[in-house]
């Protein structure tokens, strides 16, 4: 198949219609809607789970050819790893480090990623963040609902310390180690707005528990995630003095993010998942092979019990309007997600939020539409699905990755890849054509590519970014072609969304020797 129809074989589905984002994220959108070939169908094409193979653009046939440095120096742009320490030569945790990678479709970024460890407890927390309607709800998210897990995770007696420590003006001792990119942002300008709400919840924490009192796991991660909605929500009520403030909180709850969090200590691994970013388990087998084991459901129109919950929330009237064409309302494609007010909030608190907001808000006609069918909300929550699992030692690694990643791979060849790495031993699959018809001389040219592919499967230094190499180049034979890698590489910033999501990676890599200990000290 010639590589300009394999580069259009798939393109992805936005998950919120253009009507609904703020305008500062507009302009980007526009673009790539107006710029789509009349044959297009804009409408269909954001609402239909049927891939096209028939989409033609001028673009994608004069895309540049990158060369091999060029292609990593993109791909490695983004990534970051970390090895947790070893004490007198050993590593006393069940994990032994991450990788991570993140790679642009949209401009900028809506993907964010967040890594670290709890300082007063024990464990460590890795997440990733899908935004829609722009990335400030996503961004937000990286900052903050860390915080609000460790905080959920302190035992009685440390909250107390930590409120007179503020009280008292004395110093605090860290809450998390934070294991970051350098263009991993932070908005400085919002700290102490931040800071003061959750010093908010973890007094409420104080009132609602008593001495001696330790949290429970899933209990906290559920409290954590509800509350920084709930915050985000009163904050774009509350408006700020600061215009800049006031503004950022606005565009937060207005926006929308999805999150995909584990929680790691010891040999009890929990997954908190609100909408339709995934976390998947590299198990090895005894013959040495690997298979996925998912820890997470997809909040959107193909998980039943979704479609059954949001339906059993509402009115028989609204059976029909609830979730129409795969999406809530008709417009939200994931059925959980952070921010989101505009599926929330009563269209009586919008409208008076959105007339006493800044101009850039409320003189724009986009920030005052409503979605159709509006009677009964909040129609959206960002209630986590929470998954506990018992680490055993072929538990080799975790995958979380936003849905950029899952749209082009399915999870067990997500798993395999990474197997294969972090091995190094290949199982060689048999070649498959996938129903081409090929000559004996192609088929030679598939296999010798293919042995080629293997001598330098192991270019890359980082497991996330050998990941997302397979993600965007993989061929209909399931190999790395560098040709395709390059054309989806050099896409120009209003196309790239067209055919492909933002993707965002982070690979664990989990200890078996430690693991295997803690099972046997565990009594039966």
Not at 115 to 135: E, S
Not at 294 to 306: G, I, W
Request: proline fraction near 6%; include cysteine; hydrophobic fraction near 35%.
């Amino acid at each position: 198949m010639p590589v300009t129809s394999q580069l259009l074989r798939a393109l992805p589905r936005n998950k919120v219609l253009a009507s609904t984002l703020l305008p500062c994220q507009l302009q980007s959108h526009v673009v790539s809607i107006t710029q789509r070939p009349a044959s297009s169908r804009p409408s269909h094409m954001w609402q239909s789970h049927q891939h096209s193979r028939s989409f033609q653009t001028a673009c994608a046939l004069h895309s540049y050819i990158l060369t091999p440095p060029q292609v990593n120096s993109i791909l490695k742009a983004n990534e970051y790893s970390f090895k947790v320490p070893e004490f007198d030569g050993k590593n006393v945790s069940s994990v032994m480090g991450f990788e991570s990678n993140q790679l642009p479709a949209n401009a900028p970024i809506e993907d964010r990623r967040s890594a670290a460890t709890c300082l007063q407890t024990r464990g460590m927390l890795l997440g990733v963040f899908d935004g829609h309607a722009g990335c400030a709800c996503a961004q937000a998210l990286s900052e903050r609902l860390f915080y609000y897990i460790a905080v959920s995770l302190l035992p009685h007696d440390t909250l107390c310390e930590l409120e007179a420590a503020v009280e008292n003006g004395r110093a605090l001792s860290p809450i998390l180690q934070w294991h970051k990119h350098p263009n991993d942002y932070f908005s400085r300008e919002a700290q102490m707005l931040y800071f003061r709400s959750l010093r908010t919840y973890w007094q409420e924490l104080i009132d609602l528990t008593s001495p001696g009192e330790i949290p429970e796991t899933r209990e906290a991660l559920l409290s954590a995630f509800k509350r920084l909605d709930s915050d985000i929500s009163l904050e774009a009520q509350v408006g700020d003095p600061s215009a800049f403030l006031h503004y950022w909180v606005l565009r937060v709850a207005f926006s929308g993010a999805t999150a995909c969090v584990a929680h790691i200590d010891g040999s009890d691994l929990y997954i908190a998942n609100s909408g339709d970013a995934r976390a998947v388990l590299g198990v090895q087998e005894e013959d040495g092979s690997f298979t996925a084991h998912t820890l997470s459901n997809d909040h959107n129109a193909q998980n039943e019990d979704e479609v059954s919950r949001i339906r059993g929330e509402h009115p028989p009237s609204e059976k029909k309007t609830v979730i129409r064409q795969d999406r809530l309302l008709g417009l939200l494609m994931p059925f959980r997600a952070f921010g989101d007010v505009k599926f929330k909030w009563s269209i009586e608190l919008q409208k008076r939020v959105l007339e006493s907001g800044p101009d850039q808000l409320h003189e724009n006609e986009h920030t005052k539409f409503i979605p159709p069918s509006y009677h009964t909300p909040p129609y959206l929550t960002a209630e986590p699905e929470i998954t506990h699992h018992k680490l055993r030692p072929q538990d080799r690694f975790l995958v979380i990755g936003s849905d950029g990643l899952w749209e082009t791979l399915h999870r067990q060849e997500v798993v395999r890849i990474v197997g294969e790495y972090v091995t190094g031993v290949h199982q060689r699959q048999p070649l498959k054509v996938g129903g081409y018809r090929v000559t004996l001389g192609e088929m030679q040219g598939l296999l010798e590519e293919r042995k080629a592919h293997l001598s330098s499967a192991f270019e890359d230094q980082n497991v996330a970014t050998h990941l997302m190499r397979h993600a965007v180049g993989n061929n209909e034979f399931g190999t790395v072609d560098h040709e395709r890698l390059s054309k989806m590489l050099s896409l120009p910033e209003e196309l790239a969304r067209m055919y492909r999501d933002d993707i965002t990676i982070i690979v664990t890599h989990l200890n078996p020797h430690v693991i295997g200990a803690q099972s046997r000290d565990v009594p039966s």
